[in-house]
Nanobody, 117 residues
Framework: QVQLVESGGGLVQPGGSLRLSCVAS????????MAWYRQAPGTEREFVAV???????VYADSAKGRFTISSDDAKNTVTLQMNSLNSEDSALYFC???????????WGQGTQVTVSS
């Protein structure tokens, strides 16, 4: 079992920045990758970015050049730095842990990001 707690969401003006954090606890040694997803009202949850244990990263096209995912293994934390935010980035952002040797995933409760003037 892995527990994930997200933080850092809030209200930001267009063009602004936010830094989301996700702290993992539990069976963290079995995590092979950590990802961020987001879901706006009335839409499906969509992939934003992922970082593997070896540091490799993949981004959604909408995040490339604006978002940066990073990890701090010592703190069991994954961070999503989001710059140049616009209204289309408004969503509930979820942290996901992908486990080794299986298709088991764990999710956090989400943190709300609202981009509005």
């Amino acid at each position: 079992q892995v527990q994930l707690v997200e933080s850092g969401g809030g209200l930001v003006q267009p063009g602004g920045s936010l830094r989301l954090s996700c702290v993992a606890s539990g069976s963290i040694a079995n995590i092979r990758a950590m990802a961020w997803y987001r879901q706006a009202p009335g839409t499906e949850r969509e992939f934003v970015a992922v970082i593997a244990r070896n540091g490799e990263t993949v981004y959604a096209d909408s995040a490339k050049g604006r978002f940066t995912i990073s990890s701090d293994d010592a703190k069991n934390t994954v961070t999503l730095q989001m710059n140049s935010l616009n209204s289309e980035d408004s969503a509930l952002y979820f942290c996901q842990a992908r486990m080794s040797g299986s298709k088991t995933y764990y999710w956090g409760q989400g943190t709300q990001v609202t981009v509005s003037s």
